[in-house]
């Protein structure tokens, strides 16, 4: 049975693992929650297209790509486009991800904007070490209860295993270039 004639939840799970992402973490990044991505992986029921479209998003994939034979690539790309990037933030917050293809990265990066007043909400806990900087505006980045105020020009690097979080309070954008290790995202 090839790739494409698969079950969609039992493809999708595929997917998931060869990215090496868990479904908690494709919960978060979708907007679904764990039990709907449980679900859906285990064929219980056929997901909506909107939310096919959600998951498919976090995959970097279409729904044509989803549905057809899978192309092998020869080298994964090293240019990536601006429309190219994958933005997996939302609600003020865009976190538009660096993705060449590889399924075996080790390192992710992120381009992140946060509108005035955006917040990434409640903290935020994930195995790894994150390193960025601002590129404009300001930011308030919380780890482990401590509050730091950075500006343009200053980075950061955070333990990623304890609870942090980033909020804009300013009245302008904040523009963030981030690396993170491992490449949960």
Do not use: W
Not at 48 to 67: C, D, G, H, P, R
Not at 139 to 161: F, K, N, P
């Amino acid at each position: 049975m090839s790739e494409a004639t698969l079950a969609p939840g039992r493809r999708l799970s595929q997917i998931r693992q060869e990215k090496g992402l868990s479904q908690r973490r494709v919960a978060e990044l979708s907007g679904l929650t764990h039990s709907a991505i449980s679900t859906i992986e285990q064929d219980k029921v056929s997901p909506a297209v909107s939310t096919l479209q959600k998951l498919l998003k976090v995959y970097n994939l279409s729904l044509s790509e989803f549905f057809s034979e899978p192309v092998i690539a020869t080298a994964p790309k090293v240019v990536i486009r601006p429309e190219d990037l994958i933005d997996i933030g939302g609600q003020g917050v865009s976190l538009k991800l660096i993705h060449n293809g590889n399924a075996l990265r080790t390192l992710a990066m992120l381009l992140e904007t946060y509108e005035p007043g955006a917040t990434t909400g409640e903290r935020i806990r994930h195995q790894g070490e994150e390193t960025g900087t601002l590129l404009e505006g300001e930011i308030i980045l919380t780890v482990g209860g401590q509050r730091y105020h950075l500006c343009a020009g200053e980075s950061y690097v955070i333990d990623t295993g304890q609870p942090h979080s980033f909020s804009n309070l300013s009245a302008t954008p904040c523009r963030i270039v981030s690396a993170h290790t491992p490449a949960t995202f």
